[in-house]
């Protein structure tokens, strides 16, 4: 029979455009928040994080932003590049408690 | 740093044989994590520890899992006896309280046939 899987998000971007990833959380009582991006076969890696008392944060060609009104959370990757294509997650975290979002599949166009 | 290293990477057993994932945590950090990932539900917890104690192993799917931390150093899951169904991919991560350091390892993929 026909398999059924997750159905990700899927973002395509031209190389050296600036893409940007949503992510819904849904505890407003997160405090803590981290960007994971995982390529085909390997494990989640950390991009950046922010804490619930920032709404910026800026690392190398990469911007989180946090809407604790929306609870929503983006992040955005400036000039993007091929070796960006990857599936992207967020993670909120409460405490010891850890919520991972279904994740973004970002295809970069050369 | 090493990073969380889990061992075997890639693991091919017949169904109804015992298969034993490992993990070496980050030094220092004492929180660890079990994860499944497929691509029919994403990535799942299945049992955290801290302080070498679990804590919630409401994710683990049934009886036929199990995992242990006998110490800071090293955790195992094991699967006894592995079903096709239990085929996806395992990770391994460990953080400091609350998150901060949370890091992944790069994970065992497991193929029960």
């Known amino acids: 029979g026909e398999s059924v899987g997750l159905h990700l998000p899927t973002l395509s971007v031209q190389e050296g455009d600036n893409s940007i990833i949503n992510c819904a959380y849904s505890?407003?009582?997160?405090?803590?928040f981290i960007w994971y991006k995982q390529e085909s076969g390997k494990g989640p890696q950390f991009i950046i994080d922010?804490?619930?008392?920032?709404d910026k944060r800026q690392g190398q060609r990469v911007t989180v932003l946090l809407n604790k009104t929306v609870k929503h959370l983006s992040l955005q990757i400036a000039a993007t590049q091929p070796g960006d294509s990857a599936v992207y997650f967020c993670?909120?975290?409460?405490?010891?408690?850890?919520?991972f979002g279904t994740g973004t599949s970002l295809t970069v166009i050369p | 740093d090493a990073g969380v290293i889990q061992s075997p990477r890639h693991e091919v057993t017949e169904m109804g044989q015992e298969v034993t994932l490992r993990c070496k945590p980050i030094?220092?950090?004492?929180?660890l994590f079990w994860y499944r990932q497929t691509m029919m539900r994403g990535l799942e917890l299945l049992i955290y520890?801290?302080?070498?104690?679990?804590?919630?192993d409401s994710g683990m799917p049934e009886d036929r899992f199990s995992a242990k931390m006998p110490n800071a150093s090293f955790s195992t899951l094991k699967i006894q006896p592995s079903e096709p169904r239990d085929s996806a991919v395992y990770f391994c991560?460990?953080?400091?309280?609350?998150?901060?350091?949370?890091?992944f390892g790069s994970g065992t993929r497991l193929t029960v046939v």
């Open positions: 991560a460990s953080s400091l309280d609350r998150g901060v350091g949370y890091t």
């Open positions: 505890n407003s009582a997160s405090d803590y």
């Open positions: 922010i804490r619930s008392n920032m």
């Open positions: 993670a909120e975290i409460h405490g010891n408690q850890f919520y």
């Open positions: 030094s220092g950090h004492d929180y």
């Open positions: 520890f801290n302080n070498n104690v679990p804590i919630d």
